[in-house]
């Protein structure tokens, strides 16, 4: 079993950066790929980002594409989303995920956070 505890959330203005962790306990995150979600109310859970196991690579849903960046620190047991240049569309519940096959849909994760508010005001 992998326990998630996202945490970095938090009311921000557009414009400005947010830095979100995600800390693993039970087991090491290095043999999990690991990916961040979002869900606005009254929306599905949608992909934002995903990075291998290892950290070779790296994926982004578009709206986010030069804005965000995942990374992970495998020593730490801790996956990052660094979110620069927020706007009010960004604002959510962000969600990190981890499995074995991982990537683009839910689907693909064993295990998820409680997740983590942010909200972006204009």
């Known amino acids: 079993q992998v326990q998630l505890v996202e945490s970095g959330g938090g009311l921000v203005q557009a414009g400005e950066s947010l830095r979100l962790s995600c800390a693993a306990s039970?087991?090491?995150?290095?043999?999990?790929?690991t990916g961040w979600f979002r869900q606005a109310p009254g929306k599905e859970r949608d992909f934002v980002a995903g990075i291998t196991w290892g950290g070779g690579n790296t994926d982004y849903t578009d709206s986010v594409k030069g804005r965000f960046t995942i990374s992970r620190d495998n020593a730490k047991n801790t996956v990052y989303l660094q979110m620069n240049s927020l706007k009010p569309e960004d604002t959510a519940v962000y969600y990190c995920?981890?499995?074995?096959?991982?990537?683009?849909?839910?689907?693909?994760?064993?295990?998820w956070g409680q997740g983590t508010q942010v909200t972006v005001s204009s």
């Open positions: 995920a981890a499995g074995l096959t991982g990537w683009g849909t839910p689907h693909g994760y064993n295990y």
């Open positions: 039970g087991r090491s995150l290095n043999r999990y790929h």
